[in-house]
């Protein structure tokens, strides 16, 4: 069975500061994992994703995360928060086998304080 | 690029009524979901199908019934509408076999009165 946990269900940092939102995953194959970003009354939208080739995985707006095995973690990180970064972050894993279900974790309510 | 359409954005209906959301998408996946979103309890699955005309339950599935009858379109129906209903409903589509991501729609924020 596959899960995910992340850290902290609300994060605030003020502009210009780093960003670290954590995701620690389980699964017994080797996973896909995939960082997906809601804005208000909105769906999601992939921000990027980890599928067994570089463990380091560059998204979009500035965001990074990378795969650490031996953690069992995929940390989403960006450098320098920007206002229109506050939203709902989810990490989510699945695996190569068929039709296989997405776990979601419970989000992280990113504020960034101006 | 990849487009998952739901029929509406906001709905209102009545406790009782039967209610059916709609979701299309344009890819030929094979995958689709139906996620509700609720505050502080993340996304829940409802349902997924994996084919036309095929279904899995997901993890609460009681009181909603999912429609494949072509590969685009994966209809969730609320047999009997209930206040606890209320949520915000999503759909997503996928390719199988793939380690490609989800494709969400916009949502239905479903209301029950």
């Known amino acids: 069975a596959q899960s995910v946990t992340q850290l902290g269900s609300h994060v605030s940092v003020s502009e210009g500061a780093l960003v670290l939102l954590r995701c620690n995953y389980s699964?017994?194959?080797?996973?896909?994992l995939f960082w997906y970003v809601q804005y208000p009354n909105q769906g999601l939208q992939l921000l990027l994703k980890?599928?067994?080739?570089?463990?380091l995985v560059k998204g979009i707006n500035g965001f990074e995360a990378e795969f650490k095995k031996s953690e069992t973690s995929f940390h989403l990180t960006k450098p320098s928060a920007h206002m229109s970064d506050a939203a709902e972050y989810f990490c989510?894993?699945?695996?190569?086998?068929?039709?296989?279900?997405?776990?979601f974790g419970p989000g992280t309510s990113l504020s960034v304080i101006p | 690029d990849v487009k998952v359409t739901q029929s509406s954005r906001y709905l209102v209906k009545r406790t009782g009524e039967k209610v059916f959301l709609e979701c299309v998408q344009d890819?030929?996946?094979?995958?689709m979901f139906w996620y509700r979103q609720d505050p502080g309890l993340g996304l829940r699955l409802i349902y997924f199908?994996?084919?036309?005309?095929?279904?899995e339950k997901g993890d609460i599935p009681e009181g909603y019934s999912v429609s494949r009858e072509k590969k685009e379109r994966f209809s969730l129906i609320l047999e009997s509408a209930s206040t606890n209903q209320t949520s915000m409903y999503l759909c997503?589509?996928?390719?199988?076999?793939?380690?490609?991501?989800?494709?969400f729609g916009d949502g239905t924020r479903l209301s029950i009165l």
């Open positions: 997503a589509s996928r390719e199988m076999y793939s380690n490609q991501p989800q494709h």
């Open positions: 699964s017994s194959v080797p996973p896909y």
């Open positions: 980890y599928t067994s080739a570089a463990t």
């Open positions: 989510a894993v699945t695996s190569k086998t068929s039709y296989d279900k997405v776990i």
């Open positions: 890819m030929d996946h094979e995958n």
């Open positions: 199908s994996y084919d036309v005309k095929m279904k």
